[in-house]
């Protein structure tokens, strides 16, 4: 693993770099969160070896135990995946950020008065709203849900692209949504958008959060 891996995650920093470069932007207001969904924690113990500081999950408890396993390290977790209400609390008790926040049940679940975590409002971009992330007319009551809830501080909005449209466009609808956001939160500026295979036009969009999985850590085990 060791050799591709690192070769795998120099690429990916590679165009990260040429597309904020293209972007006229610095790739150092870019957060890399590389996507270990499904691989062992020995492989977030790896990626920290080579300078990985931020890492994203998608399911509790899956992402609880490589939190536990890896604690020594000092990390930054993310919590991407879709999340029922019966394990937010959990998840807000070892994430230091949910990027999947897209219900107020949700909201009322990760608030805590204990504990503080970033948030970040999810925004389905698909007419299928089992894909999760609020719809576009939900946006601005759902902002205010997190703005008024303990526990949580809004840093912005995320979204998937769909895969049968053109990135770049699903990218400026979630830019014209955070402006939205803004209004009522002007320090919700963060933009966290941009996977494996189209984390270019994310960065030409405005991204600030990559969630890269695949690109870096290979095809997932199954
Ligand atoms: C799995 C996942 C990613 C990373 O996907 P890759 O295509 O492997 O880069 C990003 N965001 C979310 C929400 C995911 O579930």
Redesign the pocket.
């Known amino acids: 693993m060791g050799a591709e891996l690192e070769s795998r995650l120099a690429g990916v920093r590679e165009g990260i770099a040429g597309a904020a470069s293209a972007a006229g932007r610095s790739a150092d207001e870019l957060t890399l969160i590389v ?1 270990t ?1 499904f691989h062992p924690a020995s492989l977030v113990r790896e990626l920290h070896g080579l300078g990985v500081t931020d890492v ?1 999950e ?1 399911r509790h408890p899956e992402a609880r135990d490589k939190v536990e396993a890896t604690a020594d390290l000092g990390l930054t977790w993310h919590f ?2 879709q999340l029922q209400t019966n394990k937010a609390k959990q998840v807000a008790r070892y994430a230091d950020a949910v990027h999947s926040i897209d219900r107020p049940e949700l909201v009322s679940a990760l608030s805590s008065e204990t504990r503080t975590i970033d948030g970040f409002v999810q925004i389905n971009l698909t007419a299928d709203a089992g894909r999760g992330g609020t719809s576009d007319a939900d946006l601005e009551a759902i902002v205010e849900r997190v703005l008024d809830a303990p526990g949580i501080v809004l840093r912005g909005v995320m979204a ?1 692209a769909p895969l049968d449209a053109d990135p770049r466009a699903a990218f400026a609808t979630v830019r014209r949504a955070s402006e939205r956001v803004q209004k009522l939160a002007p320090n919700a500026q963060a933009l966290s958008m941009g ?3 189209d984390y270019r036009e994310a960065i030409l969009e405005g991204a600030t959060h990559l ?5 870096i850590t290979g095809n997932r085990p199954v």
């Not at 969630?211 to 690109?215: D, Q």
């Open positions: 996507v969904k994203g998608n991407i995946g998937v996977m494996s295979h969630r890269i999985g695949t690109a």
